[in-house]
């Protein structure tokens, strides 16, 4: 598959974003899907992830907060953002995985103000 992450931008803490990753090519629903985060100077992290019969896993960091979806029929996984926080500040990447198959979207910047 090849990945098209969208949805980022500018909000104030204690808003919302939804991001969204959308996949082309076959097979989506075999793979497992991921959202990961990388702030300027941190290495990059898990965030959450979506197996393709929508069992979840979050960070600590975000639980309660965010929450990952797909739509299989559309190709597509999501991550609703609430409540942010300016440390949620980072460049967001959806990755999929499936046996030897590893897909990187390009990125998608998040900047929540104080």
């Known amino acids: 598959v090849q990945l098209q992450a969208s949805g980022g931008g500018l909000v104030q803490a204690g808003g919302s974003l939804r991001l969204s990753c959308a996949a082309s090519?076959?097979?989506?629903?075999?793979?497992?899907m991921y959202w990961l985060r990388q702030a300027p100077g941190k290495q990059r992290e898990l965030v959450a992830s979506?197996?393709?019969?929508?069992?979840?896993n979050y960070a600590d960091s975000v639980k309660g907060r965010f929450t990952i979806s797909r739509d299989n029929a559309k190709n597509t996984v999501y991550l609703q953002m609430n409540s942010l926080k300016p440390r949620d500040t980072a460049v967001y990447y959806c990755n999929a995985k499936w046996l030897i198959y590893d897909t990187w979207g390009q990125g998608t910047q998040v900047t929540v103000s104080s």
């Open positions: 090519g076959r097979s989506f629903v075999r793979y497992t």
């Open positions: 979506i197996t393709g019969d929508g069992s979840t």
